[in-house]
C-alpha cells in the first residue's frame, strides 16, 4: 500500500498575526510546487481561526497543538475537540513530548486525549519517543511500545487507521541533532511491527512520521525509508522556504 507523504508544522508557541500572515502567503505561493505531499499547519490557539482563513481554499490542512479529555465546563484554559472542529481544524497533536515531559502527561491522559479527539472526527496525531538517558539505556523500543500500547489499550488497535503517529526522540528536538535516517527507520519500522502484532492492516495503512529536526537538507533521505511517511516539523516551519523544501522532498 502506498501512504502518502503528510508534512505537519507544529508551530509551537510562536508567530504574531504578522508573521503568521507572511508565512502562510509564502507557504500558499510556493504550494504548486508541492504535488505530492499533504500539508498542514498547526498554530497556536488564537491564531488557528485567522489561519483557516488565511488557508481556506487550498490543500494545506490546520490543526491544535492539544487538547482537553473534558467536552466543556469549568475547565480553565483549555481548549475542547469541538472547539477545534467549530473552527475548522483538520487535525490534533497529541502527546507532543513537551507536553509529557513540561506539562506530566502520562501515556493514560495522552491515550484519553486520543480517544477524544476520534471521537470528535479530529485527526490526533499521536507523538511517541524516547529522551536521550533512554536511548542511551537501550530502552527505546521499551518505551515507544508503551506509549502506543496505552492507546491500543484503551481504544483497540484499529482506533490508530484514524490517526497518524509521529515518533519524535526526544533528544533530536530543537536540539539540532538527528536522527539517522536508519535509526529513524529502525524505530518506524518497530511501531509498524509492533502494530502489525494486533492487525497487519491497520499497521500498513497508518502514516508514521519522523519529528525531530528535519530540515530541507536532511528529509529527501529521510522520507525516501520504507516506514517513514512524512515529518512532524518544528523550527524550519516557521520559514516558509525551509518548510515548502520538505514538502517538495516527498519521493
Not at 81 to 95: E, P
Not at 174 to 198: K, N
Request: with cysteine; hydrophobic share 45%.
Amino acid at each position: 500500500m502506498a501512504r502518502q507523504i503528510l508534512v505537519a508544522g507544529n508551530w509551537k508557541m510562536n508567530g504574531s498575526k504578522d508573521s503568521i500572515n507572511s508565512l502562510i502567503d509564502g507557504i500558499k505561493a510556493g504550494l504548486d510546487s508541492v504535488d505530492k505531499a499533504a500539508v498542514a499547519v498547526c498554530p497556536p490557539y488564537v491564531y488557528i481561526s485567522e489561519v483557516t482563513g488565511l488557508v481556506d481554499g487550498t490543500a494545506i490542512g490546520v490543526g491544535g497543538q492539544n487538547l482537553s479529555t473534558e467536552a466543556s465546563g469549568a475547565f480553565t484554559g483549555e481548549i475542547s475537540a469541538d472547539m477545534l472542529n467549530d473552527f475548522g481544524c483538520k487535525y490534533v497533536i497529541v502527546g507532543h513530548s513537551e507536553r509529557r515531559s513540561l506539562y506530566g502527561e502520562d501515556d493514560e491522559l495522552v491515550a484519553k486525549k486520543y480517544a477524544v479527539a476520534r471521537a470528535a472526527g479530529l485527526i490526533p496525531i499521536l507523538c511517541v519517543g524516547e529522551t536521550l538517558e533512554e536511548r542511551e539505556s537501550g530502552v527505546t523500543e521499551e518505551v515507544v511500545a508503551r506509549q502506543l500500547d496505552a492507546v491500543i489499550a484503551l481504544e483497540g488497535v484499529a482506533a490508530l487507521a484514524d490517526g497518524v503517529i509521529a515518533y519524535e526522540p526526544v533528544w533530536a528536538i530543537g536540539t539540532g541533532m538527528t536522527a539517522s535516517p536508519e535509526q529513524a527507520q529502525d524505530v518506524h519500522a518497530f511501531i509498524r511491527a509492533r502494530i502489525a502484532e494486533s492487525d497487519a492492516g491497520v499497521a500498513e495503512k497508518v502514516q508514521v512520521l519522523y519529528g525531530g529536526s528535519v530540515k530541507g537538507s536532511n528529509a529527501a533521505e529521510l522520507f525516501a525509508k520504507q516506514d517513514i511517511d512524512g515529518g512532524l516539523i518544528g523550527g524550519a516551519s516557521l520559514d516558509a522556504e525551509d518548510f515548502l523544501a520538505i514538502c517538495r522532498s516527498a519521493p
